[in-house]
């Protein structure tokens, strides 16, 4: 993330992190993402946007969100009208939603009712950890449904391809890999539609072991595709 915070800065971009970890406790959910759960961090996202709101700085109506990975979810499923209401400040929204490899396996009650606001996502086409085909599925109903987003994918990148901290493939045995189940919220649960139940992180579907991967071809084309996209919505001069 301090990464791209510089990124954002060089066009002018301020960049608040968001730590969801710390506070909680919290190290790594990557064996165990029951420790922490992804709606709780669309709460955090929308406390931070309050607070921004109020910085003599900062222009509340110029205020985006950019999640990576369970960060990603967030970036995208906070842009959710219902969950909104929930959770956003009162008159104020984000103005532009960037995720990179969110998940988008799950289907949530009126989740084709979004903002109006873009969406811009991104997604390596051999993540194995969070596979990308949910993600066009998701977004060509979105797309229909007449929202303003669009899906960018990378050839031959994994999941995390912008990080410069892995190599091309580095495999995470222990990782908790959810994609292969079947779920879909039935009267606010996530219900595992294989079994009928609730759906838990020790349910049969679940398994162990996914790659990540940098890639700085494709971390090159998504960081020019960001650029592009702030500069738009937040009206910046070219730099």
């Known amino acids: ?3 791209w915070a510089g990124e954002l800065n060089e066009i002018g971009v301020a960049a608040f992190l968001l730590d969801c970890f710390t506070g909680r406790g919290i190290t790594s959910t990557i064996p165990d993402q029951s420790r922490l759960g992804s709606l709780a961090m669309i709460y955090d996202a929308y406390r931070a946007l309050e607070v921004l709101a109020g910085h003599p700085g900062i222009d ?3 205020v985006g969100l950019m999640g990576f990975s369970k960060g990603g979810f967030v970036a995208l499923y906070a842009s959710m009208r219902r969950f909104q209401a929930f959770y956003a400040p009162i008159g104020i929204e984000f103005a532009i939603y960037i995720p990179f490899y969110a998940r988008c ?3 949530f009650e009126r989740d084709e009712d979004l903002t109006d606001r873009p969406i811009r996502m991104h997604h390596g086409e051999e993540d194995d950890w969070v596979p990308v085909e949910p993600a066009r599925r998701y977004v060509a109903r979105l797309q229909a449904a007449g929202k303003d987003i669009s899906l960018t994918t990378y050839p031959g ?15 995470f045995n222990d990782a908790e890999i959810s994609c292969h189940c079947r779920l879909a919220e039935r009267d606010r649960e996530i219900m595992n539609l294989e079994t009928g ?3 838990t992180h020790r349910d049969a579907c679940v398994t162990r072991g996914a790659t990540v991967g940098a890639s700085p071809e494709a971390y090159q084309l998504a960081r020019r595709s ?7 919505v937040f009206r910046l001069t070219a730099k």
């Open 1 to 3: 993330m301090n990464r």
């Open 60 to 62: 509340s109506s110029r």
């Open 105 to 107: 396996d799950i289907t």
């Open 157 to 171: 990148a994994r999941h995390v391809f912008d990080s410069p901290t892995y190599p091309p493939v580095f495999r």
């Open 197 to 199: 139940k609730p759906f």
């Open 226 to 232: 960001v650029r592009g996209s702030l500069s738009d």
